[in-house]
T-cell receptor
Framework: QKEVEQDPGPLSVPEGAIVSLNCTYSNSAFQYFMWYRQYSRKGPELLMYTYSSGNKEDGRFTAQVDKSSKYISLFIRDSQPSDSATYLCAIQGAQKLVFGQGTRLTINP | GAGVSQSPRYKVAKRGQDVALRCDPI?????LFWYQQALGQGPEFLTY????????KSGLPSDRFFAERPEGSVSTLKIQRTQQEDSAVYLCASSLYEMGTIYFGEGSWLTVV
């Protein structure tokens, strides 16, 4: 079993829809939870970063962490075609990041 | 520099050839990481430096892989006697301090033929 599990998709939704992306993790020692966005042939860029259980909002993006069930989510409201990318959840324990497989998301105009 | 810079962006190597991939982290960043990303997968940790000290190399897949950061700034990942399974994107990342936000470069795309 991988330390971080993420459904690879692909996921395709119409413009304006609410998108929900999810990951589960197995190691309760993980302390920091991130979502990275990766466009084709580019490096991952940090979208959201949370430490504690609960919600964190940044514009159209909401990151949610539930440490009791080891579950993290990213919600995208009013999705735009420019949101089309691969979304990677990442968990940080010690110094290094452990990534999920990534979910490939397409927003259709 | 403004971001993490990697070179070459694209490299085609013949099987058995040695390759060297360079990473120039964000200026002043203490921590430097190398990750390997296979097609359709998330990045996987290879190795970590704090300044010039290589503190964790547990992710290096074999002794053909070697990384160095001799002056605590630029880093080089070397792969000896490349094999087809080494084909991947090699991502370098840096952070200002231990447990700081990690910023990635655009990657070096290695194809072994």
């Amino acid at each position: 079993q991988k330390e971080v599990e993420q459904d690879p998709g692909p996921l395709s939704v119409p413009e304006g829809a609410i998108v929900s992306l999810n990951c589960t993790y197995s190691n309760s020692a993980f302390q920091y939870f991130m979502w990275y966005r990766q466009y084709s042939r580019k490096g991952p860029e940090l979208l959201m970063y949370t430490y504690s259980s609960g919600n964190k909002e940044d514009g159209r993006f909401t990151a949610q962490v539930d440490k009791s069930s080891k579950y993290i989510s990213l919600f995208i409201r009013d999705s735009q075609p420019s949101d089309s990318a691969t979304y990677l959840c990442a968990i940080q324990g010690a110094q290094k990041l452990v990534f999920g497989q990534g979910t490939r998301l397409t927003i259709n105009p | 520099g403004a971001g993490v810079s990697q070179s070459p962006r694209y490299k085609v190597a013949k099987r058995g050839q040695d390759v060297a991939l360079r990473c120039d982290p964000i200026s002043g960043h203490v921590s430097l990481f190398w990750y390997q990303q296979a097609l359709g997968q998330g990045p996987e940790f290879l190795t970590y430096f704090q300044n010039e000290a290589q503190l964790d190399k547990s992710g290096l897949p074999s002794d053909r892989f070697f990384a160095e950061r001799p002056e605590g700034s630029v880093s080089t990942l070397k792969i000896q006697r490349t094999q087809q399974e080494d084909s991947a994107v090699y991502l370098c990342a840096s952070s200002l301090y231990e447990m700081g936000t990690i910023y990635f470069g655009e990657g070096s795309w290695l194809t072994v033929v």
